[in-house]
């Protein structure tokens, strides 16, 4: 955490940025604003680890989206030029927070990256307020998840033995850095899933040990690579939650975390753990003797974590301690 005094308005840390004159437009200066506001909340550890995947993925949208144009006129007023546009922006506007946030972890960018950021798209922000009409609040990008996914931090695969022996170290770091390049260029799972077999083509392609080569192979397998590619980012959306339950308890203390299980309710270990609820730091208890701190559970599980107060709803104990939530009923009255 950086040492800036949280009262003070956002604006004044957007002020300190070097693109701040261009950001006239409400719409575009409060996706910025969410921007710079996230990087200051990164860790140290986890700016380091997201700079260099922020610098590739406004390579990559630079180089995507003059492929874009170029493929004939009027591209600009597609969809999709908009949303690399909105990508592009947020990539830079982050960049460019973590060297003003954070000049201690990054340093002065390279001449190689400045020059990287000039290469002949002038006005990203000016074309996003242009079109914000026709194709409503750009997408954002969510930096803090980007960071778990870079870092590491709490990552899936060493949670199972078999996955963790198949899987080098350094096919794990590639793994998770390219999910993080792809989560900040707003990639589909689909789209992510892509670039990690291409990354098992290029493990083949070098060369390498008969592990690597085993690797390569493996990730090629669009099942194997759409499962690690779900499964993490679901686990990074849900490490970020209970990070930020832990922030807004030090403020307003009495938060507990609630298994939600409605987006695979199909499955009887997710069904076992839905609506339980435990302390920040405390273990969920499934069927089988499965015990997890947050979801996911298994492959492919699209569990998530959601925040509970026990003004919220009564918490009712059950066998071992277990403890599950039943909610307050509500009555909605219809407007006079």
């Known amino acids: 955490?950086?040492?800036?005094?949280?009262?003070?308005?956002?604006?004044?840390?957007?002020?300190?940025l070097p693109r701040a004159q261009m950001l006239?437009?409400?719409?575009?200066?409060?996706?910025?604003?969410?921007?710079?506001?996230?990087?200051?909340?990164?860790?140290?550890r986890a700016?380091?680890?997201?700079?260099?995947?922020?610098l590739d993925a406004r390579q990559e949208l630079v180089s995507d989206l003059r492929r874009w144009l170029s493929r004939g006129v009027n591209m600009d007023e597609t969809f999709t030029a908009q949303h690399m546009r909105a990508m592009l922006a947020q990539c830079r506007g982050g960049l460019e927070?973590?060297?003003?946030?954070?000049?201690?972890?990054?340093?002065?960018?390279?001449?190689?990256?400045?020059?990287?950021a000039r290469l002949g798209i002038e006005h990203v922000e000016s074309q996003i307020v242009t079109f914000s009409g026709a194709f409503g609040e750009a997408h954002r990008i969510d930096i803090a998840v980007a960071?778990?996914?870079?870092?590491?931090?709490?990552?899936?695969?060493?949670?199972?033995?078999?996955?963790?022996?198949?899987y080098s170290e350094e096919m794990q770091a590639d793994?998770?850095?390219q999910l993080a390049v792809g989560m900040l260029k707003g990639e589909t799972i689909d789209q992510m899933t892509r670039r990690v077999m291409q990354l098992?083509?290029?493990?083949?392609?070098?060369?390498?040990?008969?592990?690597?080569?085993?690797?390569?192979?493996?990730l090629r397998q669009k099942y194997n690579a759409a499962r690690l590619t779900r499964t993490e980012?679901?686990?990074?959306?849900?490490?970020?939650?209970?990070?930020?339950?832990?922030?807004?308890?030090?403020?307003?203390?009495?938060?507990?975390?609630?298994?939600?299980?409605?987006?695979?309710?199909?499955?009887?270990?997710?069904?076992?753990?839905?609506?339980?609820?435990?302390?920040?730091?405390?273990?969920?208890?499934?069927?089988?003797?499965?015990?997890?701190?947050?979801?996911?559970a298994h492959p492919h599980c699209r569990c998530r974590i959601i925040p509970w107060r026990l003004s919220w709803g009564a918490v009712i104990p059950l066998r071992g301690g277990v403890r599950f939530a039943e909610p307050i009923e509500i009555t909605f009255r219809k407007a006079a």
């Open 147 to 166: 960071g778990v996914l870079a870092e590491g931090r709490r990552q899936l695969v060493p949670r199972y033995e078999k996955s963790a022996a198949r």
């Open 175 to 177: 793994f998770r850095y």
């Open 24 to 44: 006239a437009n409400a719409d575009v200066s409060r996706l910025m604003s969410r921007v710079v506001d996230q990087v200051d909340q990164l860790t140290v």
């Open 1 to 16: 955490m950086s040492s800036i005094d949280r009262s003070r308005p956002i604006a004044r840390h957007i002020a300190r």
């Open 97 to 116: 927070a973590m060297r003003a946030l954070r000049p201690e972890v990054v340093g002065k960018l390279s001449s190689g990256a400045v020059a990287a």
């Open 200 to 218: 098992g083509e290029r493990k083949i392609g070098k060369g390498g040990t008969a592990d690597e080569m085993a690797e390569g192979f493996f």
């Open 47 to 54: 700016t380091s680890a997201l700079f260099p995947a922020l």
């Open 233 to 296: 980012a679901i686990n990074a959306y849900n490490v970020h939650h209970i990070e930020s339950l832990w922030e807004a308890n030090r403020t307003d203390p009495g938060y507990l975390k609630r298994w939600d299980a409605a987006a695979d309710g199909t499955c009887k270990l997710c069904r076992s753990f839905d609506d339980q609820v435990a302390d920040l730091d405390g273990d969920f208890e499934g069927l089988y003797g499965v015990t997890v701190q947050q979801p996911t």
